[in-house]
């Protein structure tokens, strides 16, 4: 320190002026090595801020804002229709289906890619992924070709008196279809990097292969598998473009929420579109709060394993 | 290029990285800054290059004014420790970087960027790999290209975060000899940062022995090693033996036993003191400063490595020649050739 | 094993084989003439061209939006770091009717853009608007984690070398994110040109102007024009598959350049 002050003393003003400015100019380069001037930041988080606010936030805002516009006694009255009430009620039977169908072959899929090597592999992840990639419209559409009046199968279902199309089965087979990477994608990352050591392991150790399966590989992996049906299950119960098609809008008896925004909102019946629409939303934030808490779990099982 | 740092103070939050350094660098010299992890030399090499800035304190090149200047005009050649090569360039485009991004007004033409980038690959005798990608070489290629890329910008000083951290062995070994010849050959005014002393001794030409952000000793690879100036330096090189002991009333005594070893101008109260492994002469029991049983030997090479139990309490590791043999079991006595006594 | 294999082909290959087999029940003539008809023209033009003019806006408005959440700290970052998987979550039919009201003439949005002369909902603006809203996660969600195990030794070693810093985000920078940036543009595209819920509501769906290639399809199931649904349908499904093989090709291209440390 001592030297600093007879270093400084020993500077007229004019030098320690000079260099006080040239300190500054350096400083100012310092920062630019790995960040960009200060007015360049503002404008980028502003741009950034403003885009998120219009593109996400307000259409949120409005959906809430809307289906509370006539107040809440307008709200539950639209929500307690029978109409809406066989809608939510259809909703979750369809959801708990192809969450329950995508559950068990997602496990088996994951399971089959993550451990086991065989021809076609790829193949069968870019398989996987398809219904990611495809319009839902064409999701419906495939099921039409298959199950209405001249679809392939078509006849023999009218022969034997099952109805798929514009019923419950047919809704739940789109939305399957539609639902199907959720499950997979979630574990195979997970079941990969986790290898089949502790399988070996627990085999050798002389348990069968279910009890390994529950035992050591379910618990593993129970973070990434709620994550997958959780996902699973927003999308499930929020399709629309697959659900749509195979549908048949019958009111009171085909129609998932999502329809029934679509319904009440070309009948002008706004509040009442908006306030199903506000559930899903919710639905929708839920899902998001409770991915944020699940990631956590899944980025500490990571660094446990890490370390 | 003259380098010299005045009191340089950098704290991350209450840690000190550094702690008060001063340090003088004579143009044309290889220094190596010596030191365990955290004792503040990595910072220090950081800030020469204006990558990190002090919190107060002085950083001149030549007399001027470094801490002026930003990272990019400060013309400091930096070797990363993981080398940062660019993963998208092949190893020319990395090369060619820094001649590249010069301003319009000096930047060269593309035929003396080419022949300038040839240059530099034959000097690090890796021309043949002017194609590939980083992913694609060894790691000993991967350091030679970053030395390459960094002396691309005619820097007036070369800096080297450990600059062999990465390598296995042998690799190392080579490199080592290389890197000084390579530094007799562009005669750059070069530090590297290292944790191993063997490297430290064999490349330098003088040593800068750092310890919790403060500078224990500068001195030449023989200097350190030979006279180290402090206890911290005798611990970190060389194969050291450690004893604790007590000065009083004139006698240095390691448990009760007295040693007959010579007190004058120790500070009385609890000392450390320092042997080398080989400076610890066998003699007949009764013979030396101390005296012990041999519990184990081992042979290596031209040296046996024997475990002696002292008479004042404590087992020490010593190398003796080969021409007595030692036996477990034998009592002897050890004279220590050279040594030194720290207060503390 | 062949348990997965059967329910794989059951529950994906069986309808997407159907639907090629009943596109294949067109003679080439037919198929020719279904897609080359105004109204079907129109509408792959409307679906590809805006989709891919949203994803372009997507493309740049989400390296902005993944710069400043992993670059810079302001109040908020982690909200709005969490709010942009919104459109993933949030119901299409939802989104499409919230966009709505938004931007329709009275909306909190569509007023003040009336008043200067602008109309969005109901034209292809409304469309164009959608397509940006449901494309935004994949460019950011694509670029974030590359960005953010970016090694920044590399930023410091352009710095050293006498790299400005515009040098550094142009030269250094956008190459390591390159392969990110069009995988999140192609994911970003993919969705947009199949996308239905969103889109119907502010679309106006007039023919030729605003009907995007999905309703029509919707509309043909309706009129029992299946062939005209179909081969509508295969044609933007071998976009898909192109498009995936493609991201596919460029994620392997990626790695073995700038493989995983």
New interface residues.
Partial sequence: MTMQIADSVSLSASEAKARAKARAHAAAARDNLRTEPRAVRIVIIALAVMFLTVFVVLPLVVVFAQAFSRGLLAYFAALAEPEAMAAIELTLIVAAISVGLNLVFGLVAAWAIAKFDFKGKTFLITLIDLPFSVSPVISGLVFVLLFGAQGYFGTWLRDHDIQILFAVPGIALATTFVTFPFVARALIPLMQEQGTQEEEAAISLGASGLQTFFRVTLPNIKWGVLYGVLLCNARAMGEFGAVSVVSGHIRGETNTMPLLVEILYNEYQFVAAFAIASLLAMLALITLIVKTVLERHLDEGEDASDH | MTIEV??LVKKFGSFAALDGVDLKVDNGELLALLGPSGSGKTTLLRII???D?PD???VSFNGE?A????????????V?Q?Y??????TVFENVA??L???PRAVRKDEASIRARVKELLDLVQLDWLADR?P?QLSGGQRQRIALA??L??EPRILLLDEPFGALDAKVRKELRKWLRSLHHEINVTSIFVTHDQEEALEVANRVVVMDKGRIEQIGSPDDVYETPATAFVHGFIGECIELPVQVADGVIRLGEQPLKLAADGLVPGASRLFVRRHDMLVGPPGSGAFEGAVQHVRNFGPVQRAEVALSGGETIEIDAPRDKELRAGDTIGLEPRRYRIFAG | MGLTLSWLSVIILIPLAGLFLRSLELSPEQFWNILSSRRTLNALRVSFGLAFAAACVNLVMGSIIVWALVRYRFPGRRIFDAIVDVPFALPTAVAGVALTALFAEKGWLGAPLAALGIKVAFTPVGIFVAMIFIGIPFVVRTVQPVLQDLDPEIEEAAGSLGASRWQTIVRVILPSLAPALLTGLALAFARAVGEYGSVIFIAGNLPNVSEIAPLLIVIRLSEFRYADATAIAVVMLVVSFVIIFAVNRLQRWAQSRIPAR
């Fill in positions: 005045k009191n290059a204006g990558l800035w107060s304190g002085e004014d801490l002026a200047q930003g990272a990019r005009e400060r013309h400091v050649g930096f990363f993981h940062a090569l660019f993963r998208h360039m970087f820094g590249r991004v010069q990608y992913s890329r960094a691309a910008i």
